[in-house]
């Protein structure tokens, strides 16, 4: 039966009806309800792995046994998984293995806007790319087909539109293939120099067989309108152009971005009277075009940087007035900020009144860094945060040591935290590491990880205790502190800073938003007491406001956690329990 359904639901329902059997991913917005929907079927195991890099490797793994595996990131992702990904398109699979990548062109949750193309290009490995829910499910099991008969992983390229937009899909029977006995092969599968030289021929024998079979491919379609305008694009561009021209063009859509066909592309060009590549990022179709010797328009009409729309297209290339609706035009801007009774809170303020140094990471307190808070000064990668103070500390010496921190949530001090820390330890910088224990992965939507005690399912599994991790790992000082507790984390931060040698202090409170959290009354304002001076807007808390020159409380959204209770001087903020 016919359902709409969500790109990122339609992509994990191709891996159950491809047969796939084993499931490792790390979350990253907009892949991660891939694995989460795939995660319900209980004929497929699942599980969240620390980092992409582990959660290749265990589908590399499973595929080497004989089931059809999966993995799943977002493009930032990808780059921590390239070791493996370089490596076996040298070896080869047994079982097919599929690996989603999901863009985020706009940078809607992200730190950059890169092409995940580039990595397919560079590491010799097909890419599939859906336009919609229909084709994600579709091109997943044709991926698992192409990896098997082409001895290949294959990345499906997913981006925020496809996996976070709906459209309708016609789910099928799940078929799972007999398991492909392993067998030892120290030629294929052993990358020693020796055996890795043999293995190169046989890839780029493998890419021209894929491009014999990306020219006749039902992946890639000609959809004759008319001649003026012929378009050549992929994915939420094709919508778009669609959208656009209708019937008035022809397109060439491409659901195979890599490699790209050759005759293809020349038979198409030779029937159209202008040719225009229209692709989100960099014009990897339009260079590949150009190398044929087609003359076309791209970038040179269309921004490398950035969304594309169907008013974008229209302005840039025809340059009509918008007709499209735009949600833009219509909501009024909301500034990002951390959840009312956010743990975070209390320590970002403390570490701003003490006019630290916060070299950042990448997670929710990444919010740390904007007003009124303002307490961050760098955010780079994940895991960065440990390895950038160590240098920044080693640059500096004792002109930094006592007034720099890094801080780093749980889950990604366990996804790229430990090794910077471990580097911290061996080589004795004077550091302060701060670990953000909100018990959960809270900026991809509540994902367990290794430091909370429960697996994907929710069932109970293997749990990292940080504290005795750190100390293994060779520091004295671990301090644990209720980020609530505005006296205790001034008084620890201090402590720390003033030490010589490296710390750890660990910031524990629950996510405010889990549904286990049980949250004290909204606070109440005493409006005789309250004289305006605002010193609880420091907060930066959502929850309060002021509204003639008086503290007002969001009953909505306050969850009494009583962090701007401490720093009223006036006992205007009172407690709600009677």
Not at 171 to 180: F, L, M, T
Not at 282 to 307: A, W
Not at 456 to 477: H, Q, S, V, Y
Request: proline share 5%; charged share 20%.
């Amino acid at each position: 039966m016919k359902q709409l359904m969500l790109g990122n639901k339609a992509f994990a329902r191709g891996l159950y009806e491809a047969g796939c059997s084993v499931v490792s991913s790390y979350p990253g917005t907009p892949s991660t309800e891939v694995t989460e929907e795939i995660a319900k079927y209980d004929e497929v195991y699942c599980e969240w792995a620390p980092n992409e890099k582990v959660a290749m490797e265990v589908a590399f793994g499973a595929s080497l046994a004989g089931k059809r595996s999966f993995c799943g990131m977002k493009h930032v992702g990808l780059n921590v998984a390239a070791d493996p990904l370089f490596t076996c398109s040298y070896t080869g699979v047994n079982a097919g293995m599929v690996i989603c990548v999901a863009d985020d062109a706009g940078m809607h949750s992200s730190q950059n806007e890169q092409d995940s193309r580039h990595h397919a290009i560079a590491a010799k490995i097909p890419m599939l790319e859906p336009s919609d829910s229909s084709e994600a499910l579709e091109f997943t099991k044709i991926a698992y087909e192409i990896s098997e008969t082409f001895d290949t992983p294959v990345i499906m390229k997913m981006c925020t539109r496809v996996a976070h937009s709906q459209s309708v899909v016609e789910p099928g029977e799940r078929v799972v293939p007999e398991q492909k006995p392993y067998e030892k092969n120290i030629q294929k599968y052993v990358m020693m120099p020796g055996n890795a030289i043999r293995r190169h021929p046989f890839v780029e024998e493998r890419t021209r067989k894929l491009t014999e079979y990306a020219e006749t491919s039902p992946l890639n379609r000609v959809e004759m309108g008319g001649t003026a305008l012929g378009i050549i694009t992929s994915s939420t561009s094709y919508q778009y152009a669609k959208e656009v021209y209708g019937e008035s063009a022809s397109i060439l859509k491409l659901g195979m971005v890599n490699p790209l066909p050759v005759k293809l592309i020349k038979d198409f060009a030779e029937k159209v009277e202008r040719l225009i590549v229209i692709e989100e990022l960099d014009p990897i179709i339009e260079n590949h075009c150009k190398q044929l010797g087609l003359t076309l328009s791209g970038k040179d009409l269309l921004p490398i940087c950035g969304e594309f729309s169907q008013n974008l297209i229209a302005e840039k290339l025809d340059g009509k007035s918008a007709e499209f609706c735009s949600l833009e035009e219509q909501l009024p801007g909301r500034p990002p900020v951390m959840c009312a009774g956010c743990p975070h809170r209390g320590l970002f303020y403390t570490l701003s009144r003490n006019k630290c140094t916060v070299l950042g990471d990448i997670g929710c307190y990444t919010l740390g860094a904007v007003a009124p808070l303002a307490a961050m000064d760098m955010t780079l990668c994940m895991g960065a945060s440990i390895s950038a103070i160590h240098g920044f500390n080693k640059a500096n010496g004792k002109e930094s040591e006592g007034k720099t921190v890094a801080v780093i949530g749980d889950s990604t001090f366990m996804h790229s935290g430990m090794t910077g820390l471990a580097n911290v330890a061996y080589n004795q910088s004077n550091s302060t590491i701060i670990i953000l224990d909100n018990s959960i992965t809270g900026m991809t939507g509540h994902q367990q990880n290794p430091t909370t005690g429960y697996n994907i399912k929710g069932d109970p599994a293997g749990k990292i205790n940080l504290e005795a991790l750190c100390k293994a790992m060779g520091f004295n000082r671990v301090a644990v502190v209720d980020p609530y507790n505005l006296k205790e984390c001034d008084r620890v931060l201090k402590e720390e800073l003033a030490a010589d040698e490296p710390s750890v202090i660990i910031s524990r409170r629950p996510c405010a938003l889990l549904k286990y959290v049980k949250h004290k009354a909204p606070l109440k304002v005493a409006a005789d007491n309250c004289v305006g001076c605002k010193s609880c807007m420091r907060l930066g808390c959502p929850a309060i406001s002021v509204k003639e020159k008086k503290a007002v409380i969001d009953t909505t959204l306050c969850v009494g956690c009583g962090v701007c209770q401490q720093l009223c001087k006036f006992d205007a903020l009172q407690s709600g329990e009677e």
